[in-house]
C-alpha cells in the first residue's frame, strides 16, 4: 500500500494556461475523491468517482474544469484558462465502498498558484 | 443541510498536557458517522478517529479519545499526553450514514501547536 500519490505537488502557472493534476489512488479502491482546500478552511467537495463513472459534481466546479477516470484506476483534473480563484490546495482522496464511513485515505495534495 | 462548525481558530499547549477541541454539528438524521482529521504543515490528511452515531460508546484510539454527546450535537476531541508531532490543523468532519456519495462535510479547522 502506497498511499493516495499526487503529481505535480506544486504547479505555478500564468493566467490563462490550462493545468493538469493527477492523482494515484490506493489500487484497489474504487472510489476517488478529488477537493480543493484554500489556506485556514476545510475542503470543499468538487467531483467523485466510482470506478471510472464520475458520480458527483459540486456547483463549484465551473465548465473550466474537467476531471476524468478513464479506466477506473488513475484520474486526472484539469482546468482551463486558470483565473486566480483558482489557487489553492487540491486534494485526491479514495476509499472502498463496501460500506458507509470507510476511511478516505487522502494524498499530499496538488498546491496551484495562478499569477 | 447539515454543518459542522469549530469554535476554536487555534489553540497551543505545552508538551505533555492534555488538550480538548470542540466541534458541534447540526443534522436532522439519527444515524451519521463523525471523524476527526489530521493535517500536519505540508502533510496529508490522515484520519484520527471515527465515531458512529448509532454506538454509544465513545472512541478511543490510543492518546485520542472523544467525547461525543449525540442530543447535543457535539463531538469532542481530547489528546491525552500531547506530544510535538501532533501539532497540526484538525478537522471535523460528518458524513450522512445513508449517503451513497459518501460525502464528507466539514469544519473549518482548528491549528493546535504543541509547545516544547
Known amino acids: 500500500d502506497t498511499g493516495v500519490s499526487q503529481d505535480p505537488r506544486h504547479k505555478i502557472t500564468k493566467r490563462g494556461q490550462n493545468v493538469t493534476f493527477r492523482c494515484d489512488p490506493i489500487?484497489?479502491?474504487?472510489?476517488l475523491y478529488w477537493y480543493r482546500q484554500t489556506l485556514g478552511q476545510g475542503p470543499e467537495f468538487l467531483t467523485y468517482f466510482q470506478n471510472e463513472a464520475q458520480l458527483e459534481k459540486s456547483r463549484l466546479l465551473s465548465d473550466r474544469f474537467s476531471a476524468e477516470r478513464p479506466k477506473g484506476s488513475f484520474s486526472t483534473l484539469e482546468i482551463q484558462r486558470t483565473e486566480q480563484g483558482d489557487s489553492a490546495m487540491y486534494l485526491c482522496a479514495s476509499s472502498l465502498a463496501r460500506e458507509p464511513g470507510n476511511t478516505i485515505y487522502f494524498g499530499e495534495g496538488s498546491w496551484l498558484t495562478v499569477v | 443541510a447539515q454543518t459542522v462548525t469549530q469554535s476554536q481558530p487555534e489553540m497551543s499547549v505545552q508538551e505533555a498536557e492534555t488538550v480538548t477541541l470542540s466541534c458541534t454539528y447540526d443534522t436532522s438524521e439519527s444515524n451519521y458517522y463523525l471523524f476527526w482529521y489530521k493535517q500536519p504543515p505540508s502533510r496529508q490528511m490522515i484520519l484520527v478517529i471515527r465515531q458512529e452515531a448509532y454506538k454509544q460508546q465513545n472512541a478511543t484510539e490510543n492518546r485520542f479519545s472523544v467525547n461525543f454527546q449525540k442530543a447535543a450535537k457535539s463531538f469532542s476531541l481530547k489528546i491525552s499526553d500531547s506530544q510535538l508531532g501532533d501539532t497540526a490543523m484538525y478537522f471535523c468532519?460528518?458524513?450522512?450514514?445513508?449517503?451513497?456519495?459518501?460525502?464528507?462535510?466539514w469544519g473549518a479547522g482548528t491549528k493546535l501547536i504543541i509547545k516544547p
Open positions: 468532519a460528518f458524513m450522512r450514514f445513508w449517503d451513497s456519495n459518501y460525502q464528507l462535510i
Open positions: 489500487s484497489e479502491h474504487n472510489r
